[in-house]
Structure formats: structure tokens, C-alpha cells
């Protein structure tokens, strides 16, 4: 049995090469996991389920689909159809490791772990003393020296995929649930649309990522985040094109938060660095107010309020404008970072548990390799550097877009835009403040 789950492909996939080696048939599975599903958004379940019917279209239809606790549901399952093993992707996050302990204490055949979603397993790569890196470019260093193996070579007849509806006995078979209603634009999901997206990135815009990845109003990022973080492609495809370079350096970036991660489990709702508990934040009811129109993109800060809107049109938001509103939120408007990683948890389709927390972590000072307590983004400034003709802006900001040049970032009386909802100027000097009575 071949159980899915941050895997959703067939192709480089070595848990297919590891179940052939066992017996040439094997039943796909996927659990529709409560625990995991209840956090996503809307549009974050509508692209699950869309990847999931295509993994289902390359397995013949025979993709079994169950509702359930996986520690419930994988006995039931693995006694219906006689399997004699269980193949898994090895999962590293705080639940996904925890519960396929679970899962393997309570099947009586083998539960076997083959491979991860990353290039390189959380764990593997350690300093000269065994302990973990807790700094990026040392670990970014050491995990390019270590290296990775080539893609596997597989596809969806490694295996001859057995039809569920041949046995008897197992859990109810359900179908792929009808897409949530979306108000967001999501990207085509699935294998084949992973590796059309990144055959088009690598050809047309690879060589100009380097400039383009920081300007939000030029077409210059790969997308292939919301693919990464369901293993519609794993990471060793994209290096396998890849050399020594600024995109190599965004992969190694997600290779070492999940390694923090692993090793810091708790660093998904806490502060990595416990000295940041004692840091002041508001969360009085002004506080709340802010904070929601922060979550509708009415700051009155036209880079926030276009990227904040982004967000919600199409479950994605540009890497450097991810930057900008984090900083906006925990040094501008003194709230707990948590508060906003919920909010892009919830509305993200790449939300990734340890890219998402520690991100946030990074920008409040909280996290490891974090930037200096008193580095504060100026939400204007960062706009005109960034999108310094505004295009971004007017995409995402209708109001604004009979501004011209960079005026846009510094709109005045412009009917129906909003004023700021505070001074940055003053605002940063709060921070300081805070900061200062903590470092």
C-alpha cells in the first residue's frame, strides 16, 4: 500500500521503486485527516482536492480516498485488501511525525518510510559537533556539500494500482470532495501542471530570477511553491536543473526551516528564541481592529494593502511583499506574530507549517538568522523600491490606480483609499522601544 500524503505525484517518486521491490501491485491511498484538513482555508482544500483528482486520473481511478484518524483508518484498510506493508514519504512536521508513530505501532505488517519531501531529510545534515545549525548560510554550505540523489525513475506504472472497489470490508470509500466555494484564483493543480510551470520558469525567466524575484510587479517567480508543498514535484526535479545560484539558495531556504523545525518542534506556536516572550504586543481591541484591516488590505499603506489583497484574490502572495506586511504587522501595528502566520495559514495554498512560522519568526526577530531587532521595513520606501512604478500596486488596489509613478505609495485624499491607520515614523520608534528592553 502506497499512502499519500505530501506526495501527490508519480514521477521522482522513490516510495513507488520501494513498494515495486516488495510485490508489482500496490493500492494508492489517501486519508482525508480532520487534524490537517480543519486549519486550510477555502482555497487551500480546493487545491488538495484538485490535486488529488489528478493523482487520481494517473492512477486509473483507483486512487482510494477515506475519511479518518490514519491510526484508525490504515489497520482497517491494510486488513481489507491483504497488503503487506505500508510505503510512506517520511514526514518530518510536529504531527505528521507523531502520528505515523502512531500509524506503525498500531499495523501488524510493516510501515515503511522512503525518502522525504525535501532534497536533503530534515536531521541528515549537522555541524562538526552534531549539533544543528541554527544559522542559514553555514547550513546552506553544509547541505550543498552533502548533496542529494537524482530524480528516481518512476511514473504511475512503476506499480499496477489495484481497483478499491475490488474489496471488500475496508473503510467506506469516498469520493474527492467538490472544491469549497473559492474566491481566490488558484493555478492549475497536479503533476503535469507542477512541471509545465517550472519547464516555462527555468526556460524564460531563471536567468533574470537573481534581479526579478524582488520586484512583485514583474512576472519573475518561479510559483512553484504551492507544487513544493504538496509534492506535485519534489525538490530533487528542480535541482537537477540547477546549479550554484540564487534559486538553489530559495530550495535551501525551505530545506532549513523544516531542519529547525524537526529539531524545535515547538517553534510552530512559540517563540524560537524564548528571551522574545518577555516582548511586548498589543492585542487590546484597537489592536484587533488594526489587525483586521490588515487581514482586508485597508492599512492605508499601498504595498500592505496590495499585497494583503493578493492574499485573498489568489492564495499566494510575492515573497518580498510577504516580508513587507509581516514587518508591517509586528512592528508597525505591535501585534503577536502568531496572530498573522494563523492568517496566511489559513489563506495560503503553499502554506507550509515550518517555511510559515519561521518566516514570520525571521521577520518579528523571534526565529534563528534573525535580522536585527532594529531593522523595520518602511512599508513607503519598500514600495518604491520594489514596485517603483506602481504596477503592483494598481493590480491589487483599484482605488489607486489613477496614481501615476511612485506618487501611488504616497496617496493623499484619493476617494474611497483609506488613510494610514498609524505613523510609521512613530510606530518604529515603539518598537525600538520594545525591542530595547529585551535584547
Known amino acids: 500500500m502506497v499512502w499519500f500524503r505530501r506526495d501527490l505525484r508519480t514521477g521522482d517518486h522513490p516510495v513507488l521503486l520501494a513498494a515495486a521491490e516488495r510485490t508489482p501491485r500496490g493500492l494508492g491511498l489517501f486519508v482525508l485527516d480532520e487534524e490537517l484538513l480543519r486549519p486550510s482555508g477555502p482555497a487551500r482544500s480546493a487545491f488538495l482536492y484538485r490535486c488529488l483528482r489528478d493523482l487520481d486520473e494517473q492512477l486509473g481511478g483507483r486512487l482510494l480516498v477515506v475519511r479518518g484518524d490514519p491510526v484508525d483508518v490504515l489497520p482497517r484498510v491494510v486488513r ?5 506493508s505500508v510505503h510512506v514519504s517520511a514526514d518530518f512536521g510536529p504531527y505528521g511525525s507523531a502520528r505515523d508513530d502512531r ?24 555541524k562538526s559537533d552534531g549539533k544543528p545549525f541554527k544559522v542559514f548560510t553555514p547550513f546552506s554550505r553544509a547541505w550543498a556539500d552533502h548533496g542529494w540523489r537524482k530524480p528516481a525513475d518512476t511514473d504511475a506504472s512503476t506499480l499496477d494500482w489495484i481497483d478499491p472497489a475490488d474489496k471488500d470490508g475496508g473503510p467506506r470509500r469516498v469520493r474527492i470532495p467538490d472544491d469549497p ?20 520558469f527555468r526556460d524564460e525567466r531563471l536567468g533574470d530570477y537573481d534581479h526579478d524575484r524582488d520586484r512583485p510587479g514583474v512576472d519573475g517567480s518561479s510559483r512553484m511553491s504551492a507544487y513544493l508543498r504538496w509534492g506535485c514535484v519534489h525538490p530533487r526535479t528542480l535541482l537537477a536543473d540547477l546549479g550554484p545560484g ?36 498589543d492585542t487590546d ?12 488590505g485597508e492599512t492605508g499603506y499601498p504595498i500592505v494593502d496590495a499585497g494583503m489583497r493578493q492574499l485573498l484574490a489568489e492564495g499566494w502572495m510575492h515573497n ?25 495559514m489559513r489563506h495560503l495554498v503553499d502554506g507550509d507549517l515550518a ?50 509613478g511612485k506618487k501611488i505609495h504616497q496617496p493623499s485624499g484619493v476617494p474611497g483609499y483609506p488613510d494610514p491607520i498609524v505613523d510609521h515614523a512613530h510606530e518604529r520608534q515603539v518598537s525600538l522601544e520594545r525591542y530595547g528592553q529585551i535584547k
Open 285 to 296: 481591541t484597537d489592536a484587533e481592529d488594526n489587525f483586521d484591516a490588515w487581514c482586508r
Open 320 to 344: 518580498r511583499v510577504r516580508m513587507i506586511v509581516a514587518s508591517f504587522l509586528v512592528k508597525d501595528l505591535h501585534v503577536p506574530w502568531w496572530w498573522g502566520a494563523r492568517h496566511f
Open 246 to 281: 540564487t534559486y538553489r539558495n530559495e530550495l535551501a531556504w525551505r530545506e532549513f526551516h523544516a531542519d529547525v523545525l524537526w529539531h524545535n518542534p515547538t517553534a510552530a506556536r512559540k517563540n524560537y528564541n524564548p528571551k522574545f516572550d518577555a516582548m511586548r504586543t
Open 355 to 404: 517555511s510559515n512560522q519561521l518566516n514570520w519568526q525571521w521577520v518579528a526577530g523571534s526565529g534563528t538568522d534573525a535580522a536585527p531587532y532594529f531593522r523595520v521595513f518602511n512599508p513607503t520606501t519598500q514600495g518604491e523600491k520594489f514596485d517603483p512604478h506602481g504596477d503592483y500596486v494598481r493590480k491589487y488596489v483599484p482605488e489607486l490606480r489613477g496614481c501615476v
Open 103 to 126: 500509524v506503525a505501532e498500531a499495523l501488524d505488517v510493516e510501515f515503511v518510510r522512503t525518502g522525504s519531501p525535501y532534497a536533503v531529510a530534515p536531521g541528515r545534515v549537522v
Open 181 to 200: 466555494s473559492v474566491r481566490a484564483e488558484l493555478p492549475e493543480a497536479g503533476e503535469r501542471a507542477a512541471l509545465e510551470t517550472w519547464a516555462e
Open 80 to 84: 481489507a485488501v491483504g497488503a503487506g
